[in-house]
């Protein structure tokens, strides 16, 4: 909470860690050291499952969880956010590897690491709330879709040498392999789901991951069953965190991670912050964006130096946390602390767990992240926004994630300045003065006369680009040239560059042709933009009305014509 009399803004930057130790309980801290062990629980076999699942080593994915864990807890800006590998960045990992190898895949992660902390000195952590929801949902379930169709070869112990990478050859060589299927692998899959699904409605104070890999791994080795397990695949685990190491770089590397680093920065920045409005909702707080982007940063260059992964906020690790008690960073920095020591002393016992118990635990990861209701729902929405989450969750599964972020950012764009073009509206509105207040653009009118000569434009909505187009149909339509033509800006809430430069080339023009062109009920930012574009200067103090009454009477003034009655607001 903040003290009264404090300045929020003050605040931006500093740490929740800090702020949320005031006034500091005893009982909260048992409560925070109790969460913690339980999110460490939770998080020591996602972080192998996430590592193995991305091409890596299982111990990567442990030494992110430990060094990203505790600075993202100890710097960020949220009271209980959990960070760590997620399956977010399971596909991206995995391919950065394939073509440049582990080394790339260190130098693209603090490169990502670099552009958060960027973004969170340049006060952008409310910007990544515009990202659509078409694009979001549809990356996250091209992803959930990757993560599961990863697991079949693990999950029903097929004898395959090497899996493609391809979505479509990998789905081709399990369907050639299928009849080297294990049904002890998959009796231990399937166990593995039945635990993460029931366990739950028995209790909640053990995590059901937790219990699920523990119970397949006794079972396993009780049984004595021929399957593959961490260490007959990877070797040992644990041993605690190497010597820091700072990998070869040049530029030309550099250069090729630049879009994978910016993909990672992106899918860090969206899914922490996230998170961290979820975790809002769930205790009733508020996180500080810009200071947990910062976080992120330095946890995804620091990560990295020890051969972790990149890292990011996790929504169920956090969940975790908050509904075992958790109310500060110390929590997340216990579960670093607890999944260190893991690591220490019973590091060597991961690597018996079986590998069907992992591909168990990511098949239900991958459910949930599919959010196939949202999906399903989305596809009942405009047909734009369809084509968007369509072509975004396509691209993800068959191109690579930054192809689909950039071209789903792109047609999102695309559909926002058509939308904006539509919702614009041009039109003459002298007539409609002319013949009484009956239409829609004719309201709260005052009578006034109507000069011959003189032309009235209503422009609704923002004057973009899309307006501008409009604009200029509508002035086409003028059979003759006016004496005053009066632009009505009232219902315009901004101009964009286009619009000036119309408004600018309108105006050049006119003085040309004798016209003197006028605009009226002007708001607040498109006020501050002519002004800046310097238009309202060249345009003069004459040209500009406070109410369109005040127009037309400047207008009855200038052309002595009266012509006719009408109303004016």
Same mark, same amino acid.
């Given at each position: 909470?903040?003290?009264?009399?404090?300045?929020?803004?003050?605040?931006?930057?500093?740490?929740?860690?800090?702020?949320?130790?005031?006034?500091?309980?005893?009982?909260?801290?048992?409560?925070?050291?109790?969460?913690?062990?339980?999110?460490?629980?939770?998080?020591?076999?996602?972080?192998?499952?996430?590592? /193995?699942?991305?091409?890596?080593?299982?111990?990567?994915?442990?030494?992110?969880?430990?060094?990203?864990?505790? +600075?993202?807890?100890?710097?960020?800006?949220?009271?209980?956010?959990?960070?760590?590998?997620?399956?977010?960045?399971?596909?991206?990992?995995?391919?950065?590897?394939?073509?440049?190898?582990?080394?790339?895949?260190?130098?693209?992660?603090?490169?990502?690491?670099?552009?958060?902390?960027?973004?969170?000195?340049?006060?952008?952590?409310?910007?990544?709330?515009?990202?659509?929801?078409?694009?979001?949902?549809?990356?996250?379930?091209?992803?959930?879709?990757?993560?599961?169709?990863?697991?079949?070869?693990?999950?029903?112990?097929?004898?395959?040498?090497?899996?493609?990478?391809?979505?479509?050859?990998?789905?081709?060589?399990?369907?050639?392999?299928?009849?080297?299927?294990?049904?002890?692998?998959?009796?231990?899959?399937?166990?593995? +789901?039945?635990?993460?699904?029931?366990?739950?409605?028995?209790?909640?104070?053990?995590?059901?991951?937790?219990?699920?890999?523990?119970?397949?791994?006794?079972?396993?080795?009780? #049984?004595?069953?021929?399957?593959?397990?961490?260490?007959?695949?990877?070797?040992?685990?644990?041993?605690?965190?190497?010597?820091?190491? @700072?990998?070869?770089?040049?530029?030309?590397?550099?250069?090729?991670?630049?879009?994978?680093?910016?993909?990672?920065?992106?899918?860090?920045?969206?899914?922490?912050?996230?998170?961290?409005?979820?975790?809002?909702?769930?205790?009733?707080?508020?996180?500080?964006?810009?200071?947990?982007?910062?976080?992120?940063?330095?946890?995804?260059?620091?990560?990295?130096?020890?051969?972790?992964?990149?890292?990011?906020?996790?929504?169920?690790?956090?969940?975790?946390?908050?509904?075992?008690?958790?109310?500060?960073?110390?929590?997340?920095?216990?579960?670093?602390?607890?999944?260190?020591?893991?690591?220490?002393? @019973?590091?060597?016992?991961?690597?018996?767990?079986?590998?069907?118990?992992?591909?168990? +635990?990511?098949?239900?990861?991958?459910?949930?992240?599919?959010?196939?209701?949202?999906?399903?729902?989305?596809?009942?929405?405009?047909?734009?926004?369809?084509?968007?989450?369509?072509?975004?969750?396509?691209?993800?599964? @068959?191109?690579?994630?930054?192809?689909?972020?950039?071209?789903?950012?792109?047609?999102?764009?695309?559909?926002?300045?058509?939308?904006?073009? &539509?919702?614009?509206?041009?039109?003459?509105?002298?007539?409609?003065?002319?013949?009484?207040? &009956?239409?829609?653009?004719?309201?709260? #009118?005052?009578?006034?006369?109507?000069?011959?000569?003189?032309?009235?434009?209503?422009?609704?909505?923002?004057?973009?680009?899309?307006?501008?187009?409009?604009?200029?149909?509508?002035?086409?339509?003028?059979?003759?040239?006016?004496?005053?033509?009066?632009?009505?800006?009232?219902?315009?809430?901004?101009?964009?560059?286009?619009? /000036?430069?119309?408004?600018?080339?309108?105006?050049?023009?006119?003085?040309?042709?004798?016209?003197? @062109?006028?605009?009226?009920?002007?708001?607040?930012?498109?006020?501050?933009?002519?002004?800046?574009?310097?238009?309202?200067?060249?345009?003069?103090?004459?040209?500009?009305?406070?109410?369109?009454?005040?127009?037309?009477?400047?207008?009855?003034?200038?052309?002595?014509?009266?012509?006719?009655?009408?109303?004016?607001?």
């Amino acid at each position: 909470m903040i003290e009264r009399g404090t300045n929020t803004a003050s605040l931006t930057f500093v740490p929740k860690l800090i702020t949320s130790l005031r006034g500091y309980t005893r009982a909260q801290g048992i409560a925070d050291v109790t969460a913690g062990i339980i999110v460490a629980v939770v998080a020591l076999p996602l972080s192998i499952a996430f590592a /193995i699942a991305s091409g890596v080593t299982p111990d990567r994915g442990l030494i992110t969880a430990i060094v990203a864990g505790f +600075i993202i807890s100890a710097l960020g800006g949220s009271r209980v956010q959990i960070g760590g590998p997620t399956g977010a960045f399971v596909i991206i990992i995995a391919g950065i590897v394939a073509k440049y190898g582990i080394d790339g895949l260190l130098i693209a992660t603090v490169m990502a690491g670099l552009l958060l902390i960027g973004m969170g000195a340049m006060r952008l952590g409310g910007v990544i709330k515009f990202v659509p929801q078409p694009v979001i949902i549809g990356f996250t379930s091209g992803i959930a879709l990757i993560i599961f169709s990863g697991q079949i070869k693990d999950a029903f112990g097929l004898t395959i040498a090497s899996v493609p990478v391809d979505f479509w050859a990998k789905w081709q060589a399990y369907a050639a392999h299928a009849g080297t299927i294990s049904y002890s692998a998959t009796a231990i899959t399937a166990a593995t +789901i039945a635990m993460l699904i029931w366990w739950p409605r028995i209790s909640l104070k053990v995590p059901a991951p937790f219990v699920a890999l523990v119970a397949t791994t006794a079972m396993a080795h009780l #049984f004595n069953l021929p399957i593959e397990t961490i260490g007959s695949r990877f070797g040992t685990v644990g041993g605690g965190l190497p010597v820091p190491h @700072v990998p070869h770089v040049t530029m030309e590397l550099v250069r090729n991670l630049a879009g994978p680093a910016v993909t990672i920065a992106l899918l860090a920045a969206i899914e922490s912050l996230l998170s961290a409005v979820v975790a809002d909702g769930m205790i009733g707080g508020k996180h500080r964006s810009n200071i947990e982007l910062v976080a992120q940063g330095v946890a995804n260059v620091v990560s990295p130096l020890f051969g972790g992964l990149p890292a990011t906020g996790a929504i169920a690790r956090t969940a975790t946390n908050i509904k075992s008690g958790g109310r500060t960073p110390v929590a997340g920095i216990v579960h670093a602390v607890v999944l260190l020591l893991i690591a220490l002393f @019973v590091g060597q016992w991961a690597a018996l767990i079986p590998m069907a118990t992992l591909a168990g +635990i990511l098949t239900m990861v991958a459910y949930h992240m599919s959010e196939w209701r949202n999906f399903r729902a989305h596809l009942r929405a405009p047909r734009a926004d369809v084509v968007v989450l369509l072509t975004t969750f396509v691209l993800t599964v @068959v191109v690579d994630l930054t192809a689909a972020l950039q071209v789903g950012m792109v047609l999102s764009a695309f559909l926002f300045m058509k939308r904006m073009a &539509e919702v614009a509206n041009v039109q003459a509105v002298t007539r409609e003065l002319v013949d009484g207040p &009956e239409g829609p653009n004719a309201l709260a #009118f005052a009578p006034q006369e109507i000069p011959r000569g003189v032309e009235v434009f209503a422009i609704d909505g923002p004057f973009f680009f899309g307006a501008a187009e409009r604009f200029k149909e509508a002035l086409g339509e003028i059979g003759r040239t006016p004496r005053v033509l009066i632009l009505r800006l009232r219902n315009v809430p901004a101009i964009d560059a286009t619009g /000036i430069a119309l408004l600018r080339d309108l105006h050049r023009r006119a003085q040309r042709d004798g016209t003197a @062109v006028w605009l009226s009920d002007l708001q607040s930012q498109p006020t501050a933009a002519l002004e800046r574009a310097g238009v309202l200067t060249d345009m003069g103090d004459g040209a500009i009305y406070a109410t369109l009454n005040d127009a037309l009477v400047a207008a009855r003034t200038l052309t002595s014509t009266p012509t006719s009655t009408s109303t004016a607001a």
